[in-house]
Structures are given as structure tokens and as C-alpha cells.
């Protein structure tokens, strides 16, 4: 099993920048991938989760409400963090993750749900 995370970045507040997740090793579509970060000297969090057919998203940082967007792409065994509008507080280290036995529309932010997970990409966002 293999999460490859890519596309972040430095960028100015007020940018964009699309994240993917790229998975191997397993069945794609019968699982549920998370989002998470990690900013300096603070804890792991949930962002977003997304289902395993794409149906049901969930987004559990009120701040990234209206301005991240998670989607996936079952033939490309991609998922994707769209960020818009990108704030200094925005910045860490961006994690995806496999959802076990995640089931449904039961998405959780709890990283103890989640078994296999990528290296990181990092995102720097200046003032």
C-alpha cells in the first residue's frame, strides 16, 4: 500500500493550489481517504474525507469550510484538496490517508481510523 502526496507549495495569501493523492497497492475505490495537516508544533487534524465512491465529503476545520474541496478520481486512483483563497494559518504539512473500515457515509476525522498514509507535502503560505 502507497499514498504519494503532491503539490504543495509556497504561495502568497489569497492563492490556490490543488493537492493530490496518489494511491497504489490496494482496491482504490473500496476505500475512504482523508486529508489531514500538521502544522509546526502542533497536532495532526483532520481536514476533509471523502467516501469511497466520491458521494459523501466531509469537512471537519471550520476554517477551510467554503474554501477547500476534496474530490477523487476512482479510475486514477487519485484523490484531490482543492485549496482556494490560502491563509498563513493554512500552512503544514498535508497528509492523506486510507480510511479503515470506514463505511459509508461514516466519515470520521480520527486519525486512528486511518491505516496506511503518505510521506507529506508541505504548504507555505506567507502573508
Known amino acids: 500500500v502507497q499514498l504519494v502526496e503532491s503539490g504543495g507549495g509556497l504561495v502568497q495569501a489569497g492563492d490556490s493550489l490543488r493537492l493530490s493523492c496518489v494511491a497504489s497497492?490496494?482496491?482504490?475505490?473500496?476505500?475512504?481517504i482523508g486529508w489531514f495537516r500538521q502544522a509546526p508544533g502542533k497536532a495532526r487534524v483532520g481536514v476533509s474525507c471523502?467516501?469511497?465512491?466520491?458521494?459523501?465529503?466531509?469537512y471537519y476545520v471550520d476554517s477551510v469550510k467554503g474554501r477547500f474541496s476534496i474530490s477523487r478520481d476512482n479510475a486514477k486512483n487519485t484523490v484531490y484538496l482543492e485549496m482556494n483563497s490560502l491563509k498563513p494559518e493554512d500552512t503544514a504539512v498535508y497528509y492523506c490517508?486510507?480510511?479503515?473500515?470506514?463505511?459509508?457515509?461514516?466519515?470520521?476525522?480520527?486519525?486512528?481510523?486511518?491505516?496506511?498514509w503518505g510521506q507529506g507535502t508541505l504548504v507555505t503560505v506567507s502573508s
Open positions: 497497492g490496494f482496491t482504490f475505490d473500496d476505500y475512504a
Open positions: 490517508a486510507r480510511g479503515y473500515g470506514i463505511v459509508g457515509a461514516n466519515l470520521t476525522p480520527d486519525p486512528m481510523e486511518y491505516d496506511f
Open positions: 471523502i467516501s469511497s465512491s466520491g458521494h459523501i465529503k466531509a
